[in-house]
């Protein structure tokens, strides 16, 4: 297995006072897609945001190393050129159009004050066609439906061109077709050597990931590869054996247990 993309040690987080995630130790493998799944309230966007750096308010213990450094080390914007973030329910200036929305992940890349250059307008033309964003560029953000704004927020982090994306929640109000898409650029940027880590809670779209991360009380409670039977087990088992997890024309899926 290749060396970690992200690499986390005995990650305490608490908010508070009051305890999120209890030592937590994983390592997410580089060129690989890693889906964490788990209950409501298992701590998986706490553990993303843990990873990303983002937990601004509260008390978090442990190390995170991002491509071999220690995150804290990492000047802010070199953070943010290695690894690209999409947030849950993201707030985002429903003023401007999808285009400038989808720019803002260039920042990383401008100097202070430039104008973007030929590649930003290259790679954020490129990001918005990937998402089928693109016809909607010039309109701004609070114009439109939940599932179009979702598509422009994954162009913009598209357009960082990062080597590690954590994405939480990103099939939030896309229908089924366009799901389908995300999972294609996933697996696209996977082939190409990213990483994609990603926080679902459609299990069978989780399931077609590499690797699945199996949260429960703020604890992993399982990892370990999407098509091995120990993980299937234990996705069951999170879920108090009201999924099944079964093959289906050669797919991995959940089924509801009725
Ligand atoms: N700012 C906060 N203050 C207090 N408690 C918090 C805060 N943020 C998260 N929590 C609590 O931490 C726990 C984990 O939250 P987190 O959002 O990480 O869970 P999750 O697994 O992503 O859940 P979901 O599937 O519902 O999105 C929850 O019990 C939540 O109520």
Redesign the pocket.
């Known amino acids: 297995m290749s060396a970690p993309a992200l690499r986390a040690r005995q990650l305490r987080v608490s908010?508070?006072g009051?305890p999120?995630l209890h030592g937590i130790d994983a390592d997410l493998p580089a060129a690989r897609w890693t889906s964490v799944v788990?209950?409501?309230?298992?701590?998986?966007?706490?553990?993303l945001k843990a990873l990303a750096g983002l937990l601004r308010?509260?008390r978090v213990e442990g190390s995170v190393e991002l491509l071999g450094q220690p995150l804290q080390d990492l000047p802010a914007r070199e953070r943010a050129r290695r690894l690209a973030w999409l947030g849950?329910n993201e707030a985002a200036a429903d003023e401007l159009p999808a285009y400038d929305i989808a720019m803002l992940g260039r920042l990383p890349h401008r100097a202070w004050m430039a104008p973007p250059s030929d590649a930003d307008h290259a790679a954020v033309q490129a990001a918005l066609r990937t998402t089928q964003a693109w016809q909607w560029r010039a309109r701004p953000l609070a114009q439109l439906s939940g599932g179009e704004r979702q598509r422009v927020l994954l162009a913009r982090a598209l357009a960082v061109q990062a080597p590690v994306m954590l994405m939480d929640?990103p099939l939030a109000n896309l229908d089924p077709p366009h799901q389908t898409d995300w999972l294609r650029t996933v697996r696209g940027l996977v082939g190409q050597g990213g990483t994609v880590v990603s926080?679902l809670?459609e299990i069978s779209i989780a399931l077609q990931a590499d690797d699945l991360l199996v949260?429960a009380g703020?604890r992993v409670l399982h990892h370990g590869a999407c098509g091995d039977a120990a993980t299937h087990a234990a996705l069951e088992q999170v879920f108090e054996q009201r999924i099944q997890v079964r093959q289906i024309d050669g797919i991995w899926m959940a089924l509801p247990r009725v």
């Open positions: 908010v508070q009051t999120i788990g209950p409501n309230g298992a701590g998986k966007s706490t553990l308010q509260a849950q929640e926080v809670h949260m703020g």
